[in-house]
């Protein structure tokens, strides 16, 4: 009967007897090996999508795809620098055609203005000429026209601005002409042709330009106050 009651009183003493008792250490211990489960199955999720990836980039058909299309896009690029160096190339050897003689077309000018005016100094009137004038005059107007007909074929071309506006891409304006008669800017005496081949500039007209109102007037009054 002692012994009993002292067995019952120990028990009582010690909680870890006791009925329904929890282990902190045990719940602790559960929450841990759950992260640890959570992690384990992280760490197999991405190895899984990385071992994946790898079998995929290793995957012959899919390495071949990539070549072809980097192949693909190698053989567009080259193309489409053909395909300019083409086009500059053309360009290139349409502007030789075209202005390949432009040193020697602006050499010629010069001559050409000599032989225009021998034409022009030439008389109208022939009859009472001697025979070997008239034959020399008539042989310079006959090469005269001929030069102007090959000239105006390689695109060498006469400016001829005397009655038109200024236009300072063709012209240089050397004097101006104080007048009332027309308008501002108009091209009133030529003192030099110009040439142009095809659409540039061989040597601009040398000219004189008018100059109206109140600067006309101005350039009269001096001039008059010169003279005085």
């Known amino acids: 009967m002692t012994d009993q009651k002292t067995t019952n009183d120990e028990a009582a003493q010690d909680p870890s007897v006791e009925t329904g008792s929890q282990d902190p250490a045990g719940s602790d211990k559960a929450v841990t090996d759950g992260a640890a489960d959570d992690i384990l199955n992280d760490a197999l999720a991405t190895g899984g999508a990385e071992t994946k990836r790898d079998a995929e980039a290793q ?22 620098d053909t395909e300019n160096m083409r ?10 055609r075209k202005y390949g003689h432009t040193p020697f077309a602006r050499d010629l000018v010069g001559a050409i203005d000599n032989l225009a005016r021998v034409v022009e100094s030439a008389p109208e009137n022939l009859a009472q000429a001697d025979e070997t004038v008239k034959s020399l005059i008539t042989g310079i107007q006959l090469s005269w026209t001929e030069l102007q007909s090959v000239i105006e074929k390689h695109g060498i071309k006469r400016v001829e601005p005397l009655g ?3 236009d300072y891409n063709l012209h240089q304006a050397m004097f101006e002409v104080p007048t009332n008669d027309q308008p501002s ?41 010169i003279d005085e």
Not at 59 to 80: G, N
């Open 87 to 96: 086009r500059r190339s053309e360009r290139e050897a349409s502007n030789v």
């Open 164 to 166: 038109e506006k200024f």
């Open 59 to 80: 995957d012959p058909l899919t390495v071949t795809i990539a070549e072809r299309d980097q192949l693909k896009d190698q053989l567009l690029r080259a193309l489409a």
């Open 185 to 225: 800017g108009m091209v009133l005496e030529v003192v030099q042709h110009g040439y142009v081949l095809h659409d540039r500039l061989l040597r601009p007209a040398m000219v004189g330009v008018s100059k109206t109102g109140d600067a006309a007037d101005a350039a009269s009054n001096g001039q008059s106050k």
